[in-house]
């Protein structure tokens, strides 16, 4: 279950919002460089959110395995996908990420469901 509650936007419409977390990391991504994070053991399973800064472009692998860029004007199976919103992961998964940007800062929210993901 996630740690969402209902709320209001700034509008007045009905919306839902997350309980604060303290498992929260920021961390600037430098051009083509690969940085990783594994998800830490207090929770069996968590419900990741990636915030790039706006404009910025991440790519994000979930397998511990280096994400990589699409070649242009071609199709492929890939192991990563750009600016990815939300995903729910295992605690010891290790996301890596990286950027073609000159530098992208990045803030990586974890919410802990306290069961396993798959």
């Known amino acids: 279950m996630s740690r969402m ?9 009905v ?4 309980v604060p977390t303290k498992l929260m990391y920021s961390f600037q991504l430098a051009k083509d460089s690969v ?4 998800l830490p053991p207090e929770d069996a ?9 706006v404009g910025g472009e991440v790519w994000v692998s979930y397998d511990g395995v280096d994400p990589t860029y699409p070649t242009a004007a071609t199709v492929a199976l890939t192991n990563s996908e ?3 919103v939300g995903r729910i992961l295992n605690a010891g ?5 990286i950027t ?8 990586v929210s974890l919410f802990g469901l306290s069961l396993k993901a798959y």
């Open 5 to 13: 509650q209902l709320g209001r936007d700034i509008n007045g419409f």
């Open 45 to 53: 399973a968590y419900e990741i959110h990636i915030t790039p800064e």
């Open 15 to 18: 919306t839902f919002s997350f």
């Open 100 to 107: 073609s940007d000159t530098t992208c800062r990045v803030s």
């Open 93 to 97: 998964s290790v996301l890596k990420f």
């Open 35 to 38: 940085l990783s994070l594994t």
């Open 82 to 84: 750009i600016n990815p």
